[in-house]
Structure formats: C-alpha cells, structure tokens
C-alpha cells in the first residue's frame, strides 16, 4: 500500500486548521469573513513556497460548495482555459485555482479576463512572484492580492508537534525531538519542506535500545544534504534582499550588511551585480560625507574582474563593511534630484551670455562671454558671478549634511557665497 507523504496527510480540513498566516485568518480576518459569508472574490495569493496558497485555495472553495478547477501554468495553455471557462458557462461563480500563473503568458492572461469580469470564474491564482511585475494589470485590477508570510518558529514548532501527535503513521511510533534547530532552519519556513524533512529523517533514524527514535540537529543536517537558501536571482527574493543589504548599509549596520551580502553570496548571485550596486550606494548614501567610499566601491568592481570568486567574496565584504561603517549623507544624491525636477517644471532656460561659448567671431560679437570673469585670475581662485539662469537665482540644490566633510565644504560655501543660497 503506498502512503501518502507527510505533508499530503496533513493537510487541513478545515480553513481553522491553516497554521499561520494569522493576519487573515484570525477571528476578524478576511479569509475568516469570506468563509462566514461563502462569498469570494478573485484573488492572487502571493507568498514564498510552502506557506498554503494551495491548501486554502481549496478550503475557500468548499466553504462555498462551488464547482472548483485546478490548471497548472507550467503545463496548461490558452485551449485549457478557454475549455474550464466553456465548462464553467453553465456553472456560473466556478472557482479556477491556477498554480504559478506568474508562468502564465500575456495571452494565457488575456484570455482569463472576460470571464473574471463576468463573474463566470473567480479566479484563486497563486504566485511566489510579485503580482505587480509578473501578473497583466488588468488581471490585478480585477482581483485582490493577498500576501502570504512565511511562518513563523512557533507555527513550524505547531506542525511538529501535531505531526507526531495527529500522523496515523507517525503516533504509532515512539519519537522524541532532542532537537529541532536544523528541522526550523533548513525549512526556511517553509511548511512543506519541514514536513517532508521531519519524516526523512525519521525513516533514516535507528531506534535506540529502547525503541525510541531520536530526532536530532546532526541527523537532520546529514538528511538534508543541503544549505537552506532560498534565492532566486530573477525573482522577487532577489530584490527584497539587494534592497535589505543596502538599507543596512544606509543605516550604517555592517553585520546586517555582511549577512545580506553573504545571503547573495551563497545563493549563487553574480558578484558584479553586488558590486555594482556598492558603487550606486557609495555616491548616494555615502557620498561627499567620504568621498573615499566611492573609490573603494569602484576598485571593488575592478578586483572581482580580476580574481573573481570565491575569493572576490572578501573583496565583497570589505568594500560592504566600509561602505556602512562610512558616515552617511545623500546631498549629492537629493541635489541631482532637486535640479532635475526643477528643469522638467521650467523647461529649457536660456544659458546666460556670459556663460556661453564664445566659439566664432559673429558670436562673440553677439556678446557671448563677454561678462564673464576668469575666477583664476583671482589670487583666491574665487570671484562672485551669476552661474544660474534667470529665474533661478539663489536657489540652493546641494545641502550638506552634518558630517565632518560637508560641514567643511560648507563653511567654504558660506565664506564664497555669503547668503547668496542661504548656506
């Protein structure tokens, strides 16, 4: 007789069984409330794998006592959902679960949405991708997104003890968790792959001589033969964390920064996209408060071109390290900013005579660049002139910030300028 495996025969009967995702299917959340009043509308669930899209899916479905269809995107085409909505035209409100639809093309999309907007199907898509980019707008706009999280240490924690508990198969036997740090941590809260990890390693455990079969942190590692990283370097995964590694550097933390950094490491990321990125935030978050940050940045990118990896991690690490332990200031960044905001809302202002370039004799005598002066030939090297169009005049574009470095560009700002731009 073949068994099911673990995680198959504990799947929830019920919606109130669901371990997790408590924001909504607490008493007053929304899922909560669609089963209350049988009514659902489209929807998208979006969250990482193993977290329940599926699972509740069919739960919401059979709170209904709706005809219910399943379509993989891996492997259906336009045909196989022109045929459910065929099928469903005499069955109006049939509820069409599409696993992946984030692998659904522009046309296999296309061809869903008349029949949303009529209410002939409501959709249920699942997705591990961000909706926003790998989903046609205006299949969102026709349903609700729902983000689901990865769960939590104590709903894993919640799933092992019901497993040993409520498992035909498992409560049969005499199992003891000595330990559960690496059946957490390779799960990645991944509820699926916790499952399936506790019941390998509960067939390649030996019962000691009392019958007991031991579950600990060294049986599970040598069971899992593998690192626990979740990264896809095209996916959603990949930008949460290149953005959670430059907010840490930003917010002058270089342990968060190092972990993010090893995160892409370890998931196989391209180390020039990592490095590529340490130079942006180098000019933005680091900028003029330590103009070094940039050079290091920018001879980070030359070195992994030259050795690359492994050995380019290090390289990695210490341009990353440097960049969040450097102080901090964005002028740089929130000036070109500024400027480029005020020349898309004044359009293109003449350049004034004296600044423009006296290249031919008609423009020079047209007076281009006759009043302008040589700051050079100021012992100084400094003379006050106009350098602002008309209409812009005294209007500040770079602040510094309070660091050591700006603070001196600014009191050399404030001695030039006087209060010209209010420094």
């Given at each position: 007789m073949v068994v099911a495996p673990l995680s198959e025969r504990l799947r929830p009967k019920t919606i109130f069984e669901v371990v997790g995702q408590q924001h909504l299917l607490s008493k007053n959340g929304v899922f909560t409330r669609m089963v209350e009043s049988k009514t659902i509308p489209s929807m998208i669930l979006w969250g990482p794998p193993g977290v329940g899209k599926t699972t509740l899916a069919r739960l919401l479905a059979e709170s209904t006592k709706r005809p219910f269809k399943t379509l993989s995107a891996v492997s259906a085409g336009v045909k196989d959902v022109r045929e459910v909505i065929k099928d469903a035209s005499y069955a109006y409100g049939t509820i069409l679960f599409i696993d992946e639809i984030h692998r659904f093309s522009k046309s296999q999309q296309d061809a869903l949405l008349n029949a949303v907007e009529k209410g002939i199907v409501v959709l249920i898509g699942a997705t591990t991708e961000n909706p926003s980019f790998e989903v046609n707008s205006a299949l969102i706009s026709r349903s609700q997104v729902y983000c689901l999280e990865p769960l939590k240490k104590e709903d894993l924690l919640l799933l092992i003890d019901r497993a040993l508990e409520k498992d035909v198969v498992l409560k049969k036997k005499n199992i003891s968790i000595k330990e559960n740090n690496d059946l957490l941590r390779y799960s990645g809260g991944d509820a699926r792959r916790l499952l399936n990890l506790l019941e390998l390693s509960i067939e390649a455990a030996k019962p000691n001589a009392v019958g007991e079969i031991e579950i600990t942190d060294q049986l599970v590692s040598l069971v899992a033969q593998q690192k626990a990283v979740r990264y896809d370097k095209k996916g959603e995964n990949h930008y949460d964390i290149i953005s959670a590694l430059i907010k840490s550097i930003r917010g002058s933390d270089p342990n968060a920064a190092v972990y993010w950094l090893a995160r892409m490491i370890e998931g196989g990321e391209d180390p020039k996209f990592i490095a590529r990125r340490l130079i942006i935030s180098a000019a933005e978050d680091v900028g003029n408060a330590?103009?070094?940050a940039l050079i290091v940045a920018n001879n980070c990118m030359q070195a992994?071109?030259?050795?690359g990896m492994p050995e380019g991690r290090i390289v990695l690490s210490q341009a990353t390290t440097y960049l969040a332990c450097s102080p901090k200031s964005n002028a740089a960044y929130a000036a070109i900013g500024?400027?480029?905001?005020?020349v898309k809302h004044t359009g293109d202002l003449p350049v004034p005579l004296h600044l423009r370039n006296a290249s031919t004799q008609l423009l020079k005598?047209?007076?281009y660049a006759d009043a302008y002066i040589y700051p050079h030939d100021d012992p100084q090297g400094f003379i006050s002139?106009?350098?602002m169009p008309e209409g812009l005049e005294g209007e500040p574009l770079f602040i510094p910030k309070k660091n050591s470095r700006e603070q001196e560009m600014l009191k050399?700002?404030?001695l030039m300028w006087g209060k010209?731009?209010?420094?």
């Open positions: 330590n103009p070094t992994i071109q030259y050795i500024k400027a480029q905001k005020i005598e047209l007076g002139q106009e350098y050399r700002l404030q010209k731009y209010n420094y």
